[in-house]
């Protein structure tokens, strides 16, 4: 069974704090990982994607890839408001699956 | 441009009654897929489309079918609604091991 772990939350920041999220994975054969947000009653929407270890930058997010410790994570800097919601981790698994394995999600809520 | 459209955005079913959820893409993607999202459980898996003309069985496929009906509509059908499908259901378009785009969902209620 593969499977992809998350600290529910809910995790609170304050604005213009940096918001850490945290993903796990058991398949060390996984290739390709997204981080996606959903609001409240809303679709998932992707804001990241990382296929190699170490750092991708894309404005006020960073995602961070370890294959060797099998974690991926997502930095948000400088805080809003608007980025209050549930952010899901997904993992692609090894060649010949097409399935994406998402985590349950961390509710992620920045204080004014 | 579209992206993914789903139809009904709501619906209420009696126990025993049966519909189709239906999905279209407009991104010329070849993958397609059905999620349902519960509370607590987060996104699962109930059918994928890998290309055209196939389907393949998710995590939670009991109490449902589909129909890759071309390249761009992915249809789910209940055929006999259970209080235990009440969910919202997302259907998905993607390049096959790449990002997946999703669909606005349907707020199902089976009474």
């Known amino acids: 069974q593969k499977e992809v772990e998350q600290n529910s939350g809910p995790l609170s920041v304050p604005e213009g704090a940096i918001a850490s999220l945290n993903c796990t994975y058991s398949d060390r054969g996984s290739q390709s990982f997204f981080w996606y947000r959903q609001y409240s009653g809303k679709s998932p929407e992707l804001i990241m994607s990382?296929?190699?270890?170490g750092d991708k930058e894309d404005g006020r997010f960073t995602a961070q890839l370890n294959k060797a410790s099998q974690y991926v994570s997502l930095l948000i800097r400088d805080s809003q408001p608007s980025d209050s919601a549930t952010y899901l981790c997904?993992?692609?698994?090894?060649?010949?699956?097409?399935?994406?394995?998402f985590g349950k999600g961390t509710k992620l809520s920045v204080i004014p | 441009n579209a992206g993914v459209t789903q139809t009904p955005k709501f619906q209420v079913l009696k126990t025993g009654q049966s519909m189709t959820l239906q999905c279209a893409q407009d991104?010329?993607?070849?993958?397609m897929y059905w999620y349902r999202q519960d509370p607590g459980m987060g996104l699962r898996l109930i059918y994928y489309?890998?290309?055209?003309?196939?389907?393949d069985k998710g995590e939670v496929p009991n109490g449902y079918n589909v129909s890759r009906l071309n390249k761009r509509e992915f249809s789910l059908r209940l055929e006999s609604a259970a209080p235990s499908q009440t969910s919202v259901y997302f259907c998905?378009?993607?390049?096959?091991?790449?990002?997946?785009?999703f669909g606005p969902g349907t707020r199902l209620t089976v009474l």
């Open positions: 991104m010329n993607h070849n993958s």
């Open positions: 998905a378009s993607s390049e096959i091991y790449n990002e997946q785009f």
């Open positions: 990382i296929y190699s270890n």
């Open positions: 997904a993992v692609y698994s090894g060649a010949g699956s097409y399935q994406l394995t």
């Open positions: 489309s890998a290309s055209e003309g196939t389907t």
